[in-house]
């Protein structure tokens, strides 16, 4: 209840923000960052989303929050355009399932591309396959229309959930996102550098760009680059980072 009430303030406060953490691909270029919500609490100071989330889920406000994250998110990504940073990097924005589940999400969608100008194809859904196993068709029907918006859909934390192959061959997905859990194993043992491997393959047969996401270390990052992984992130590469920082590294690139 007190943390209720503290998000609910914190909505009307405007006291979130995002960070940005890089994508890279084999090159070790820069390809696209991943907006990542964080509270600057006023007495508390930073809060990471792991610890609030799962209450914003609880009681519904991830709707208002995930509304501002998909707009603040395009916002930034039209202006870093108009400034000329970072023209080609694809912005990733996190959608929970019960934004997902909103029937007017892909209405939402379309608003902040509408209202911001930003170039679909420079923004990426990140959906879990935990929101995929409700109503199959409803599903279909709009990741069709998300596609039709023009916008990239990532498959996050894929190899989590259960969703079956058939299904997955007939969804509109651009990227598969290695869940980190298999990717802190793959220097472990044979079996868990086999599922990244699988999954990495898996994505491929489909169509999809695979992205492995927690790379912590340099072994982990040149094992999957060889198994022929697209994209890389995690801590090893770049931490999330503020706004600031991350245009201040890479101006160079522009
Ligand atoms: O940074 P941290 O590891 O604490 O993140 C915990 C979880 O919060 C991750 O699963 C991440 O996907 C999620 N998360 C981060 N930013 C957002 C966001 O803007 N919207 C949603 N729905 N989840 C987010
Ligand atoms: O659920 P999602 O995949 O969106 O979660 C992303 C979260 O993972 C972010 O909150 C981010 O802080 C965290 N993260 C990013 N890179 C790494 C990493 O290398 N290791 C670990 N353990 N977590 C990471
Ligand atoms: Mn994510
Ligand atoms: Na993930």
Sequence with gaps: ??????????????????????????????????ALVRWL??????????QFIPFAEESRLILPLGDWVLMAACQT???WLKEGYL????????????????????????KALAHTLVPPHLIQLELTESMLVHDQEDVIQKMRSLK????????????TGYSSLSYLQQLPIDQLKIDKSFVARVMDSKRGASIAASIIGLGHNLGMEVIAEGVEEDAQFQWLKQQGCDLFQGYGLSRPLEEKILIGSFVKQV
């Design 87 to 110: 023209d080609d990097v694809v912005m990733a924005v996190n959608v929970s399932a019960m934004q997902f589940a909103q029937e007017d999400f892909i209405d939402k969608v379309g």
């Design 77 to 79: 990504k039209a202006r």
């Design 41 to 50: 609490h006023p007495v508390k100071g930073m809060i990471p989303p792991g």
């Design 1 to 34: 209840v007190e943390m209720d009430s503290d998000l609910r303030r914190a909505m009307m406060n405007h006291e979130f923000l995002l960070h940005f953490q890089p994508q890279w691909n084999a090159e070790r270029k820069m390809v696209g960052v991943e």
């Design 148 to 159: 039709e918006l023009g916008v990239l859909i990532s498959l996050d934390d894929f190899g």
